[in-house]
């Protein structure tokens, strides 16, 4: 079993900076990818960045060369910085994480961002 956490989320201005992190906790040695995906109102949820195990990382073209996806392996987190938001950025953000050779998928309970015009 795996436990995530996500916090970070909030209120913030078009133009402004945040960092959501995903507090991980129980098999997560057997983790091979944490993603970060987002639902907006009325939309699907969508994949925004992932990271594997060894290190790769992948974004969605909307947040290419804005947002970061990173982990610190010795706090058990994963973090998403998120600069130059955008209105349409504004979705609950959900942590999720991946185990491949289970077919297992954990989710967080989500953290909302909000970004005003």
């Known amino acids: 079993q795996v436990q995530l956490v996500e916090s970070g989320g909030g209120l913030v201005q078009a133009g402004g900076s945040l960092r959501l992190s995903c507090a991980a906790s129980?098999?997560?040695?057997?983790?091979?990818?944490f993603n970060w995906y987002r639902q907006a109102p009325g939309k699907q949820r969508e994949l925004v960045a992932a990271i594997a195990s060894g290190g790769s990382t992948n974004y969605a073209d909307s947040v290419k060369g804005r947002f970061t996806i990173s982990r610190d392996n010795a706090k058990n987190t994963v973090y998403l910085q998120m600069n130059s938001l955008k209105p349409e950025d504004t979705a609950v953000y959900y942590c999720?994480?991946?185990?491949?050779?289970?077919?297992?998928?954990?989710w967080g309970q989500g953290t909302r961002v909000t970004v005003s015009s």
């Open positions: 999720n994480a991946v185990q491949a050779f289970l077919g297992t998928v954990y």
């Open positions: 129980g098999s997560i040695f057997s983790i091979s990818v």
